[in-house]
């Protein structure tokens, strides 16, 4: 049982005086009261991480998300404008793969809001199934067990509740907590990596949070001065879950015709390939597809309008030999992926961190997002321009747009170096209008190694299947301390103890660091490998890496060993291997 969200009535109200219905001022207030909620609550949100690491921060995520928008709406007293301002910077402020689901969440919701001066229960009820209906046609392959489950089960008993007759603002809100709640507390059942973590979906908890924080304005009780411990589940251990289908082309190009229809062009489309992101309007729409036949792809779009900047990646031969750069890691929000279908247009938002200078000469422009001065040293020495990343700190969309827009250059490549900025940085791709491709690197060790592949003479298709070909060569070990209790693999993990990564995926916990890496080497088949890196981090010294590096040397002497400052935090080491 969730006890920290029972509602606090020290305070109570006379149901009298509460509004039956809110204008735009008092939407925008009870977001802003939600998002306040959120944020006290974020640090134990991040704790529902499915692996024991310190660097999951879907809470943060979430919070960063909401009260970005809260920030940047300008009032109106009509909700149906407010509405649409908060899909607007929803968008731009969604962060990681909680933020760009909840963004989805806020879109629904402004939907439904339209030609709406005023939210009563009955607008609340349509705008909570707009909302759900929203956020799963902006997932192609939806996952049960999810924010997804969350907000659908929301919006049912919100629709219940006003069907039986309570038909007030709060007692609809009071419904869909209600069936947040329960659809929380199932979500161990519906996703097997939450089982073998021991928790609960952080970012179904999340959006329950939110509810909660709009049923407190609602009610007009203040919310908690604290919060309570989050819900944790019983461990259940279990065998590795690996991904095993391959990405195939990448494949985006751009439709021009007269009286397009987004949403026919992306039904259209959707049964032929993978994390499809389609964008635009009645005269022009944007394109991303994964696709195991590119020809039937385009054959099929070229029914609908011609056809322009057509660029086709061959990914399916890099997964196959590494399968690796494909891992996904299921950290937060388990099973929600990057494939987002979203069809309004936006402008850009500014606000991120990067060298002004760099990046400015080259024919292809870089963006790379880094945390960590070393790492940040590194890529701009390769002419990157850098993005501040890393826990805590993902960038939106928006910020991504806002690099962009810094860049003189109008071919751009995206590095996330991150599996959770995957789906920011292909949102910006789509957005953007210049040409924008992003090599879904999954580590700050697989962006070096895409950076050095660069050609800048080369097209920029041809850079992509390079540049994607030099990631997947990166076998990426990390090594940091579990920030809590778990079974992960059937590995039994003790809050304090160091822990050994392979890919994003746990591999070895308990022993010494020196212990953890070689056993990490081992599991990276370091027989077949040339070069090995290590970049330092965390609470580590130069002497402490050289001194690794001299053990390393002394097992494997034919292997080449390098040893970098990264800076990174929370990781003390981070080495590739290729």
């Known amino acids: 049982m969730n006890e920290h969200i029972t509602m606090d009535r020290s305070a109570p109200t006379d149901v009298d005086t509460l509004p039956e219905s809110w204008d735009g001022t008092q939407l925008l207030a009870a977001l802003t009261e939600a998002s306040h909620w959120l944020d006290r609550n974020a640090d134990a949100l991040n704790a529902l991480n499915v692996f024991p690491v310190p660097d999951g921060d879907t809470g943060t995520n979430m919070s960063l998300t909401l009260s970005g928008v809260v920030r940047d709406v300008v009032p109106d007293p009509s909700a149906a404008v407010v509405a649409e301002r908060v899909t607007y910077w929803a968008l731009m402020h969604g962060r990681g793969n909680s933020g760009i689901i909840l963004s989805q969440i806020l879109r629904g919701l402004g939907l439904a809001l339209v030609g709406h001066q005023h939210c009563g229960p009955t607008e609340l009820v349509a705008a909570l199934a707009q909302a759900s209906t929203t956020a799963y046609k902006a997932i192609l392959r939806p996952v049960e067990g999810t924010m997804l489950t969350v907000i659908r089960e929301a919006s049912h008993a919100a629709a219940h509740a006003f069907n039986v007759g309570h038909t007030s603002l709060d007692a609809v809100l009071e419904g869909a907590v209600r069936g947040a709640r329960a659809a929380v507390a199932r979500t161990p059942a519906l996703l097997k990596t939450l ?142 992926g990057s494939s987002l279908a979203v069809d309004q247009a936006s402008e850009h938002s500014a606000g991120y961190s990067t060298d002004h200078s760099a990046g400015v000469e080259l024919a292809i422009g870089v963006i790379a997002v880094v945390a960590g001065g070393g790492f940040a040293s590194i890529f701009r020495g390769l002419n990157a321009l850098i993005v501040d990343g890393g826990p805590g700190a993902n960038p939106s969309a928006g910020d991504f747009l806002a690099a962009i827009d810094h860049l003189p250059q109008q071919q751009i490549v995206l590095l996330p170096n991150d599996p959770d900025v995957v789906a920011a940085a292909q949102l910006a791709s789509q957005y953007s209008d210049r040409s924008v491709i992003v090599v879904e690197t999954r580590s700050a060790a697989q962006g070096i190694a895409a950076l050095l592949r660069l050609n800048p003479d080369a097209a920029l298709n041809e850079n992509s299947t390079a540049m994607l070909q030099a990631a997947s060569e990166v076998r990426t070990l990390a090594v940091t301390i579990a920030a809590r209790d778990a079974v992960v693999d059937g590995i039994t993990v003790q809050a304090g103890q160091s822990i050994g990564l392979l890919d994003g995926r746990l591999v070895v916990a308990g022993a010494e660091e020196p212990a953890i890496v070689f056993e990490l080497l081992t599991h990276a088949a370091i027989e077949q490998a040339s070069l090995l890196t290590i970049y330092y981090g965390g609470t580590l010294q130069q002497a402490d890496a050289e001194h690794l590096a001299v053990q390393i040397g002394m097992r494997y002497n034919e292997l080449e060993i390098e040893v970098h400052e990264g800076g990174q935090p929370l990781y003390n080491y981070i080495i590739s291997v290729e």
């Not at 970012?203 to 407190?216: A, F, K, R, T, V």
């Not at 062009?265 to 390939?273: F, H, M, Q, Y």
């Not at 030999?321 to 937060?332: L, P, S």
Request: charged share 20%; proline share 4%; glycine share 12%.
């Open 195 to 336: 089982r073998d973590a021991g928790v609960v979906d952080a970012g179904g908890q999340g959006l329950l949070i939110l509810l909660e924080g709009l049923l407190h304005y609602a009610r007009n009780t203040p919310i908690p001065a604290r919060t309570g411990s989050l819900p944790v589940v019983r461990n259940i251990p279990s065998a590795s879950v690996h991904r095993t289908e391959s990405y195939g082309y990448c494949t985006n190009f751009v439709i021009n015709s007269a009286g397009l229809v987004v949403e026919t062009v992306r039904e259209t489309l959707s049964g032929l390939g993978d994390s499809l992101v389609v964008i635009g309007d009645e005269r022009l729409v944007r394109v991303h597809v994964h696709t195991l036949r590119p020809g039937d792809v385009l054959n099929t779009a070229l029914a609908m309008g011609t056809l322009d900047r057509v660029e086709i990646t061959n990914m399916d031969q890099q997964v196959a030999e590494h399968g690796h750069a494909t891992q996904e890691r299921a950290v937060g929000d388990a099973g929600i």
